[in-house]
């Protein structure tokens, strides 16, 4: 039920991508307003990731489960009440802040729950849950707005839905923090970041992968339904929720199929899948091709997955102890501004440019810092502090 938590938590972040098209027809907004709307998501992610990362910690997992999915039932009801564009950056926020809380709690959760020693159990289905629930939110919404009524509200209905059923169930699900406190005057959310000046060559290459990594999945997540309408001339908005779907798919698997590799070994791969992953999609988009985007949406997904797993292993290895949450923590800041600025970049190209050159640009971009990142982690190779 926690893997199940943390799956529908983040189903609802992407839920919105294939209905982008939609809005921007609804409330006239430019691409770049698209691009901002989806990055406001970002700032939700940092209030929870700063301030509140460590609440379940001292009152408990349960509640702060409960509450995350209370927030997300929250974002849900703004998207369904939107009737301007201003309402989105309300629900995507809130979104946002219910994903960043919801996170960190159940991994904890999963982690305390995990009998094993190594917790190598846990740490498979926290990354699974997470690709697949962002999988599961675009095939829902494109199949719906696409073939049922109500394009704008039904898919959120479900979603309310489902939030309720794994509201209610994860009532039943043990509490692992055993003495919570009893005082919110007690509580501790002073934000804790920085990486010390001995790890900090060795964190470069982590950092830098999760950066390019997250920056290809915003880039799918925010623009590929208007890449598919204007370069590939695909209206059909079941279409863009299959392809991200395929995308998150395709990285949850390969995800358990390559559970065992070293960690270290997963982030290079990772960083060398994505050198041909941008290059097919601006393919695609020159060329208008649909089978070199599926391709490369293919390739992207085995670079996310070994990209997003290995650097995180490998920042979990360096990292001492006592200092280890302030070092995920220092991680996770570049996973979220990779996923948000990229894609803003993008959309402030494409007033001035082409969205192809725009693609051009972000493609080069992502293959410098790849390359720069593979260099430095064969360069610096950390050995484990666990």
């Known amino acids: 039920m926690v893997a199940a938590m943390m799956a529908v938590i983040f189903m609802g972040s992407t839920l919105v991508t294939p209905l982008y098209a939609l809005y921007r027809h609804a409330f006239g907004f430019s691409e770049f307003m698209l691009t901002l709307v989806y990055a406001v998501y970002v700032v939700g992610n940092f209030v929870a990731l700063l301030?509140?990362?460590?609440?379940?910690?001292?009152?408990?997992?349960?509640?702060?489960?409960?509450?995350?999915?209370?927030?997300?039932?929250?974002?849900?009801?703004?998207?369904?009440?939107?009737?301007?564009?201003?309402?989105?950056?309300?629900?995507?926020?809130?979104?946002?802040?219910?994903?960043?809380?919801?996170?960190?709690?159940?991994?904890?959760?999963?982690?305390?729950?995990?009998?094993?020693?190594?917790?190598?159990?846990?740490?498979?289905?926290?990354?699974?849950?997470?690709?697949?629930?962002?999988?599961?939110?675009?095939?829902?919404?494109?199949?719906?707005?696409?073939?049922?009524?109500?394009?704008?509200?039904?898919?959120?209905?479900?979603?309310?839905?489902?939030?309720?059923i794994v509201g209610v169930l994860l009532t039943r699900t043990p509490e692992t923090v055993k003495t919570p406190h009893g005082s919110w005057r007690t509580l501790?959310?002073?934000?804790?970041?920085?990486?010390?000046?001995?790890?900090?060559?060795?964190?470069?290459?982590?950092?830098?992968?999760?950066?390019?990594?997250?920056?290809?999945?915003?880039?799918?997540?925010?623009?590929?339904?208007?890449?598919?309408?204007?370069?590939?001339?695909?209206?059909?908005?079941?279409?863009?929720?299959?392809?991200?779907?395929?995308?998150?798919?395709?990285?949850?698997?390969?995800?358990?199929?390559?559970?065992?590799?070293?960690?270290?070994?997963?982030?290079?791969?990772?960083?060398?899948?994505?050198?041909?992953?941008?290059?097919?999609?601006?393919?695609?988009?020159?060329?208008?091709?649909?089978?070199?985007?599926?391709?490369?949406?293919?390739?992207?997904?085995?670079a996310a997955a070994l990209g997003y797993r290995g650097s995180l292993q490998v920042v979990n290895k360096i990292a001492p102890d006592e200092q280890r949450a302030e070092i995920v923590s220092s991680f996770y800041v570049a996973m979220f501004l990779g996923n948000s600025v990229p894609v803003i970049g993008v959309g402030l190209l494409t007033v001035v440019a082409s969205s192809s050159l725009a693609s051009f640009v972000f493609a080069c971009v992502i293959a410098i810092l790849a390359i720069c990142a593979l260099v430095t982690g064969i360069k610096f190779n950390p050995k484990s502090r666990a």
Not at 89 to 103: K, N, T
């Open 51 to 164: 301030i509140f990362g460590r609440l379940s910690d001292e009152i408990g997992r349960k509640p702060v489960g409960i509450a995350s999915l209370g927030l997300a039932g929250l974002s849900t009801l703004i998207f369904l009440a939107a009737f301007s564009t201003g309402w989105l950056f309300w629900a995507r926020m809130l979104s946002g802040f219910g994903v960043g809380l919801a996170s960190g709690t159940a991994a904890a959760w999963l982690a305390e729950l995990d009998t094993a020693e190594q917790k190598s159990r846990a740490t498979l289905m926290t990354s699974t849950a997470n690709f697949i629930g962002i999988a599961l939110g675009p095939l829902l919404s494109g199949v719906l707005a696409q073939y049922a009524p109500w394009p704008l509200h039904l898919s959120f209905l479900v979603y309310l839905a489902i939030l309720a």
């Open 188 to 302: 501790s959310l002073r934000p804790r970041l920085g990486i010390p000046a001995e790890l900090r060559f060795s964190f470069i290459a982590p950092a830098v992968t999760a950066f390019a990594t997250f920056a290809v999945i915003g880039f799918y997540a925010a623009l590929l339904p208007t890449i598919l309408a204007e370069s590939l001339h695909q209206t059909n908005i079941a279409v863009g929720g299959a392809v991200v779907f395929e995308l998150f798919l395709i990285a949850a698997l390969m995800t358990i199929a390559t559970r065992h590799f070293e960690s270290r070994i997963a982030m290079l791969s990772g960083l060398v899948l994505l050198l041909p992953s941008v290059a097919l999609l601006v393919m695609a988009q020159t060329l208008g091709s649909i089978l070199i985007l599926l391709a490369g949406t293919a390739l992207s997904g085995c």
